[in-house]
């Protein structure tokens, strides 16, 4: 845009929109269920092929046992393959490019001693290009599969203790460049004030004890600041005044009486 000034008759106006980083913070005062069942439809659904998908869950150490048997239990029942087959919760990537791409971050997986893989890990070209929802728990919190965006049907899990949390808070709203959507999980009111102010920037979309997916057009309006985008909300008011150009008008009620400054006097 900077480049092109001098062709412009006026500045454009950008709206940008680009990919997220999403997370779910899970407290220890979460109940498991609704963690198990929001992360694996936020995690999977489209082959994670989502802006929204949460890609990163953070989970206390009390809670990870029934968390970790939840997720890799479900797991278990979901099908790869043909959408056409409407029992069939996620199909392939969409090219060979994506594909490659996923399966380097699956290897990495595999290939690193910080990570277990607990359910998935596999992909298949054979008969389409197929990546296996995957579940994989990061030791290191800066692993690149905790701040990179993979677009892909991956989610890495990190364990913290569970006194830890406020550290944890702080370390969200740091590990990634993106700032879209992001979720909180607990039943302690004074953690969902805390985690909604720490995490205030983190999220264009904060959800409360919900997936990180998800917002309805016309009921939550979407977009996210940081790498994430312009942060314009479609569908509110904010997004209207972006297009608009304001013109200020002022009519004086007194003439100016005389040109000198006070101080020629
Ligand atoms: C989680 O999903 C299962 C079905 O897969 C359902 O039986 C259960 O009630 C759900 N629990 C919550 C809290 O959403
Ligand atoms: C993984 O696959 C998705 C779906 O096709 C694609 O959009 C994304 O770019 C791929 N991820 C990477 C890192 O290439
Ligand atoms: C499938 O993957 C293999 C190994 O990565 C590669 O040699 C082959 O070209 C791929 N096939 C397709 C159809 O992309
Ligand atoms: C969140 O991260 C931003 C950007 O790195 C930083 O300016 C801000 O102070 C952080 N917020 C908190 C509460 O740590």
């Known amino acids: 845009v900077g480049e092109n000034l001098p062709r412009y008759r006026t500045?454009?106006?950008?709206?940008?929109e680009c990919g997220g980083k999403n997370y779910h913070f899970v407290h220890s005062s979460a109940d498991v269920d609704s963690v198990v069942n929001g992360t694996i439809r936020s995690a999977f659904e489209f082959s994670?092929?989502?802006?929204?998908?949460?890609?990163?869950?953070?989970?206390?150490?009390?809670?990870?046992?029934?968390?970790k048997q939840g997720?890799?239990?479900?797991?278990?029942?979901?099908?790869?393959?043909?959408?056409?087959?409407?029992?069939?919760?996620?199909s392939a990537v969409i090219d060979k490019a994506s594909f490659d791409r996923n399966k380097s971050y699956l290897e990495h997986a595999k290939?690193?001693?910080?990570?277990?893989?607990?359910?998935?890990?596999?992909?298949?070209?054979?008969t389409g290009y197929f990546v296996q929802p995957t579940i994989l728990e990061c030791k290191d919190p800066q692993d690149k599969l905790?701040?990179?965006?993979?677009?892909?049907?991956?989610?890495?899990?990190?364990?913290?203790e569970d006194g830890d949390y406020k550290n944890v808070l702080k370390l969200i709203n740091s590990?990634?460049?993106?700032?879209?959507?992001?979720?909180?999980?607990?039943?302690?009111?004074?953690?969902?004030?805390?985690?909604s102010s720490v995490?205030?920037?983190?999220?264009?979309?904060?959800?409360?004890n919900d997936k990180s997916t998800g917002s309805v057009v016309g009921q939550q309006w979407f977009g996210g600041s940081r790498k994430s985008g312009t942060n314009d909300k479609p569908g509110s008011p904010h997004y209207v005044l972006k297009w608009v150009s304001p013109q200020a008008i002022k009519r004086t009620k007194v003439p100016l009486t005389d040109w000198k400054y006070p101080s020629m006097k």
Not at 11 to 16: D, E, K, M, Q, V
Not at 71 to 84: A, C, N, Q, W, Y
């Open 11 to 16: 500045f454009p106006r950008l709206a940008g």
């Open 48 to 67: 994670g092929q989502k802006c929204s998908a949460c890609s990163r869950a953070y989970i206390p150490k009390s809670l990870w046992g029934q968390i």
């Open 71 to 90: 997720l890799v239990d479900k797991h278990r029942d979901i099908k790869v393959g043909d959408p056409g087959d409407f029992s069939i919760f996620l």
């Open 111 to 126: 290939s690193s001693s910080d990570i277990e893989v607990l359910a998935g890990g596999e992909c298949d070209n054979s």
């Open 146 to 160: 905790m701040r990179e965006e993979i677009f892909g049907p991956v989610l890495a899990c990190y364990v913290y």
């Open 175 to 195: 590990t990634s460049e993106y700032g879209l959507t992001g979720s909180v999980f607990a039943k302690d009111e004074s953690v969902i004030e805390e985690a």
């Open 199 to 208: 995490l205030r920037n983190s999220a264009g979309n904060f959800y409360v």
